[in-house]
């Protein structure tokens, strides 16, 4: 299991500052929308100006026309980053398309599809997609994995069956991970650490328990500690 921290804070240099502080650890960083809309490739050069071993984990969640997605999913490739996402309701010959245009780089980063969204409850979900989230999740984990993806975005109570659905190693990174139980915020499927290592989750994604936390640092290495009894 690998930490994924996730920089969701309000500015650059804020982000920053708790990557600073984050250094001296063998994380993943995710930087999503908010801080890759704002401060861009630069961004990333300054995570990996900090720690050249801080794995990157871009979180675009693609979701466009094959040809599109596959295009974005190669200039991502060229940031020189460790992973990023598509949408699983993109479809297979988007996944396909995406996959086949990584194909020719060695070191391709890692691929995964969302498939519902941690802030879904069952009924919200199931007014979009006319499934449970379950039965939903394991058909778009299936697709993926038969298209050649490496795991999925889920939250922790799909991860058992995701894996069994598919393959031990097919991937599981999972948001709406509260450690110790902290607030869920407005998340609605969420787990503890202790569970997400029960359902075999490989990244357990926090951001809010820790960088709202008074002593982000201390969190981590808190959660690190956890992490390496499992
Ligand atoms: O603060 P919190 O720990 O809830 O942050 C979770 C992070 O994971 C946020 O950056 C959110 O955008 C992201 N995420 C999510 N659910 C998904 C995919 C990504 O919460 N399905």
């Known amino acids: 299991m690998e930490l994924c921290v996730a920089l969701d804070l309000p500015s ?3 982000n920053l500052a708790l990557a600073e502080s984050l250094k001296n650890y063998n994380i993943w960083m995710k930087v999503g929308f908010r801080a890759y809309i704002r401060d861009g490739k630069s961004f990333i050069e300054a995570l990996k100006a900090i720690n050249p071993d ?4 871009l979180d675009l969640k693609l979701y466009d026309i094959p040809h599109t997605m596959a295009d974005a999913a190669e ?3 060229k940031l020189g980053i460790d992973m990023f996402n598509i949408h699983a309701s993109a479809g297979s010959v988007a996944m396909k398309t995406v996959m086949e245009r990584l194909d020719s780089y060695k070191n391709r980063p890692l691929v995964l599809a969302v498939t519902a969204l941690t802030s879904f409850d069952e009924a919200g979900f199931q007014r979009v997609y006319e499934k449970s989230i ?8 299936k697709m993926s994995y038969e298209n050649g993806l ?3 975005v889920c939250s922790t109570f799909e991860s058992r069956a995701i894996k069994n659905a ?3 190693q097919f991937l599981t990174l999972c948001p709406g991970i509260r450690p110790f139980g902290e607030d869920a915020g407005d998340q609605q499927r969420v787990a503890t650490l202790e569970l997400a ?7 357990p994604v926090v951001g ?3 960088y709202k936390d008074a002593a982000p640092q201390a969190k981590v290495e808190k959660i690190l500690k956890v992490i390496s009894t499992f």
């Open 166 to 168: 598919t393959s031990k």
């Open 12 to 14: 650059e240099a804020e």
């Open 197 to 203: 290592a029960k359902e075999g989750v490989d990244y």
């Open 75 to 77: 200039e991502i490739t």
């Open 134 to 141: 379950n039965e939903k999740a394991e058909q778009f984990a």
């Open 208 to 210: 809010r328990p820790i």
């Open 54 to 57: 801080f794995k990157i984990f």
């Open 150 to 152: 490496d795991g999925v």
